[in-house]
């Protein structure tokens, strides 16, 4: 149980564009997600908080008009990187947390964006 | 003072022998703590979690929790070579709903 998955798993984008990622949360429901970027060979780095059917909470430095989140439904959350620059080139990972009273998070695979 | 601190490593044990791991953190009304796994260019994977003083074991994993030193280690019996990966601390403090990462200790099991 407890699966998560993520797509695309990797995408390359021209600089300029827009893309988004989807995380989904297989057999089990979830109120909240976490959206992660991580440079190579640093640490992981939460990026916003995402509430079903509420606004997400961005993490300090974030951006939100650049990272665009929804939660549309308690299996999905989406976040969409506009406008993307070399520099947003990074790994992006979801997690979800099935709630029922315990705080432990599942992650996604993972999806490598570069952008050119 | 960083929230939760690692010792980044690398830590290099023989395969067979005790890996121990090490964190630290610096709320002290964390309720819950958590180990997870990230294999290079891999997502982190949940491996064990603890939320009460003591000892839990899981198979060849043993989680140490010590609310009064706010200290959580991870203990590797036999390790492996599969086992060499970034080990990430995680904690959860009252009020907040996100876990709190450590940067990781890279461990290392050579042959």
């Known amino acids: 149980g407890a699966v998560v998955s993520q797509h695309p798993s990797r995408v390359i984008c021209k600089s300029g564009t827009s893309v988004k990622i989807e995380c989904r949360s297989l057999d089990f429901q979830a109120t909240t997600m976490f959206w992660y970027r991580q440079f190579p060979k640093q640490s992981l780095m939460l990026m916003a908080t995402?509430?079903?059917?509420?606004?997400?909470?961005?993490e300090q430095g974030v951006e939100k008009d650049k990272f665009l989140i929804n939660h549309a439904s308690l299996t999905l959350s989406t976040l969409t990187v506009t406008s993307a620059h070399p520099e947003d080139s990074s790994f992006y990972i979801c997690?979800?947390?099935?709630?029922?009273?315990?705080?432990?998070?599942?992650f996604g695979p993972g999806t490598r964006l570069t952008v050119t | 003072q960083k929230e939760v601190e690692q010792n980044s490593g690398p830590l290099s044990v023989p395969e067979g022998a005790i890996a121990s791991l090490n964190c630290t953190y610096s709320d002290r009304v964390s309720q819950s703590f958590f180990w997870y796994r990230q294999y290079s260019g891999k997502s982190p994977e949940l491996i064990m979690s603890?939320?009460?003083?003591g000892d839990k074991e899981d198979g060849r994993f043993t989680a140490q929790l010590n609310k009064a030193s706010q200290y959580v280690s991870l203990l590797i019996r036999d390790s492996q070579p599969s086992d060499s990966a970034t080990y990430l601390c995680a904690v959860k403090t009252r009020g907040y709903n996100k876990l709190i990462f450590g940067a990781g200790t890279r461990l290392a099991v050579h042959p």
């Open positions: 995402s509430n079903e059917g509420s606004k997400a909470t961005y």
């Open positions: 603890i939320y009460s003083n």
């Open positions: 997690s979800a947390n099935p709630g029922q009273g315990g705080y432990e998070q599942y």
